[in-house]
Every structure is written in C-alpha cells, then in structure tokens.
C-alpha cells in the first residue's frame, strides 16, 4: 500500500516549457488535490476533485490544467511555465475530510 | 470564501515548555479544523482534528481546543522536546465541498 505517490520528485524547466505532474493514489479515495506551497505563505488550492472525470477550479488555477481520467490519478499540467510556478507541488487524497499528502514535486522554473 | 489566520509565524520555546498556536476562521459553515505538521523537505502529516461538534480532543501532549461562537481553535503542545520542532498548519473545511483552507504556517523551535 504505497498512499499518494508523485511523480516526478524534482523538475527544472525553462519559462515556456510545458510538463505534466502525475499523482497516484491506491486508497480508492474518491477525492482529489493539487496545492502549492511557497514560503510564508502556507499550502494554496490549486484544482480539485470530486471524483472520477470531474475536475474544478481552487483558490489559484490560473495557468495550470488538471484531469482525472482515472479515479487513481490526477494530472496537473503547465501549458506554458513561468517563473511564478517555481513551487513545491503536493497532491493530497481524501475519501471524506482526512486528506493525506503526497511527498512533494519541487520544480523550478528558469 | 474561507479564509483562516494563523498566528504567530513563529514560535521559540525551551524544551519542557509550552506552545500555543491559534487560528481564526471567517465561514460559519467550516466544521472541521485539522491540524498539519511539517517537518523540512517532508510532507504535511496530520497530528490532530477536530469538528464542530465537539469543544476540545486531546491526544497524548497535543491536545486542541475550539470556539464556534468566536470562530477560532488552537493548538497546544506540552512539554515540548526538540523533535517538535517543525512548521504548523491549521485549516479548515466545510463538509459541503471538501475543501482545505490552510493557514500560512508557524514555525516551531524547541531549544534543548
């Protein structure tokens, strides 16, 4: 039983390159989470969901894609990188409030 | 939507002391309030929640305590060792949507 797995662990990438997160849950949660974290400024909501083939917008979207084709994994996707994305990136799963979090993707973005 | 204050930002203690870490919430209809720690370079662990229908849980030395009236909970830690030395985070949530609104974190330095 591996939890919230997260793939990749570290990324650099130059500003206008595209990359996809993957998160990968075998708890059969039925939700979903992508946060950010930057420094003093806690863990921000990017894109959840609900359930398998939903998706919705959190506290700060802008510029990043989710999908959820499998109810295991959630995508998060940058169509285009830009220096303010430089983040630590969580997924989180829950089946009701309890959510447990992924180790973390740090990417850098140059 | 939900917004949560977390005060302070940071927080020093002797080993064997004390510390009190406290939130604000702003939505009525949060009614569970977790609290996160994170040690460097790790992912947030949950060490102790709460919900809205009870007024304080203790486990072991954390215990938390929460005010709906005032909408705001806490968390305190006795008898600190340097192990829980980490960064704190509160949130909340509304069983409606979900949804994790965190604080932005206090830093826990217990001195030995």
């Not at chain 1, 959190?58 to 999908?67: F, H, I, M, Q, T």
């Not at chain 2, 790790?42 to 849980?57: C, F, H, Y």
């Not at chain 2, 072991?60 to 829980?84: C, G, M, W, Y």
Request: with cysteine.
């Amino acid at each position: 039983n591996a939890g919230v797995t997260q793939t990749p662990k570290f990324r650099v990438l130059k500003t206008g390159q595209s990359m996809t997160l993957l998160c990968a849950q075998d708890m059969n949660h039925e939700y979903m989470y992508w946060y950010r974290q930057d420094p003093g400024m806690g863990l921000r909501l990017i894109h959840y969901s609900v359930g398998e083939g939903t998706t919705a917008k959190g506290e700060v979207p802008d510029g990043y894609n989710v999908s959820r084709l499998k109810k295991q994994n959630f995508l998060l996707g940058l169509e285009s990188a830009a220096p303010s994305q430089t983040s630590v990136y969580f997924c989180a799963s829950s089946y009701s409030e309890e959510q447990y979090f992924g180790p973390g993707t740090r990417l850098t973005v140059t | 939507g939900e917004n949560v204050e977390q005060h302070p930002s940071t927080l020093s203690v002797q080993e064997g002391d004390s510390a009190v870490i406290k939130c604000t919430y702003s939505d009525s209809a949060s009614n569970y309030f977790p609290w996160y720690k994170q040690e460097l370079g790790k992912r947030p662990q949950l060490i102790i929640d709460i919900r809205s229908n009870v007024g304080e849980k203790k486990d072991q030395r954390i215990a938390v305590t929460l005010n709906k009236t005032a909408k705001h909970f806490s968390l305190h830690i006795t008898e600190t060792q340097p192990e829980d030395s980490a960064v704190y985070f509160c949130a909340a949530m509304s069983s409606s949507n979900y949804k994790l609104t965190f604080g932005k974190g206090t830093l826990l330095t217990v001195n030995p």
